[in-house]
């Protein structure tokens, strides 16, 4: 059964850092892309960002590029988001997602329940 | 603003069959497959169908996706009461090089 498990979120002050992890089991964490997407409260999905099964191609949104940086470790299978300068409309809840195969273009087929980040003074 | 475009909030009868659309672009849509997720209130999305017509194992027959030119559609037959839930399309962005998502439509059942 495929597992993906965030953790990392809370409440933090504009412009400071936050890192999220992603642990997955149930697969093949190697094989297949994996993505950020978040939800803020209310509102709908938005794609952060992706990376390929070995790292080789990685994209952000344009809304958290220069600020956030996505990293993977197959052999720990897990996912990282590193997000620096944080501002306000950063709060959201971060979903880890599984790609359907090795290439980001495939799509999102198993999502974790998500952790919250909360950007605030 | 989403980059998808998907029509506000709809509800529907048990029984009826709804439809959903989602209108992109030559950059996503039109060049690109169309996939939906289903997000039930307070819980993580699913898949519901990729490719633009294909069904994941476990999703129901009732749920059926087509895509034309440049928009697409997720259509619901024999509405259920656990239906009730935001419909969301995705598609690839060859200019902007990541997913872009619909607004998401939530239907309620009455």
């Known amino acids: 059964e495929v597992q993906l498990v965030e953790s990392g979120g809370g409440l933090v002050q504009p412009g400071r850092s936050l890192r999220l992890s992603c642990a997955a089991s149930?697969?093949?964490?190697?094989?297949?892309?994996m993505h950020w997407v978040r939800q803020a409260p209310g509102k709908g999905l938005e794609w952060v960002s992706g990376i390929s099964s070995n790292s080789g191609s990685i994209g952000y949104a344009d809304s958290v590029k220069g600020r956030f940086t996505i990293s993977r470790d197959n052999a720990k299978n897990s996912l990282y988001l590193h997000m620096d300068s944080l501002r306000a409309d950063d709060t959201a809840l971060y979903y880890c997602?599984?790609?359907?195969?090795?290439?980001?273009?495939?799509?999102?087929?198993?999502w974790g329940q998500g952790t919250l980040v909360t950007v605030s003074s | 603003q989403s980059v998808l475009t998907q029509p506000p909030p709809a509800s529907a009868t048990p029984g009826q069959r709804v439809t959903i659309s989602c209108s992109g672009s030559?950059?996503?849509?039109?060049?690109?497959?169309v996939n939906w997720y289903q997000q039930l209130p307070g819980t993580a999305p699913k898949l519901l169908m990729y490719s633009n017509n294909q069904r994941p194992s476990g999703v129901p027959d009732r749920f059926s996706g087509s895509k034309s030119g440049t928009s697409a559609s997720l259509a619901i037959s024999g509405l259920q009461s656990e239906d009730e839930a935001a419909y969301y399309c995705?598609?690839?962005?060859?200019?902007?090089?990541?997913?872009?998502f619909g607004g998401g439509t939530k239907l309620t059942v009455l």
């Open positions: 997602a599984k790609g359907g195969g090795s290439s980001a273009q495939f799509a999102c087929d198993y």
């Open positions: 995705a598609a690839w962005d060859d200019s902007l090089n990541g997913w872009v």
């Open positions: 149930g697969f093949i964490f190697g094989g297949f892309a």
């Open positions: 030559s950059s996503n849509i039109g060049s690109n497959s």
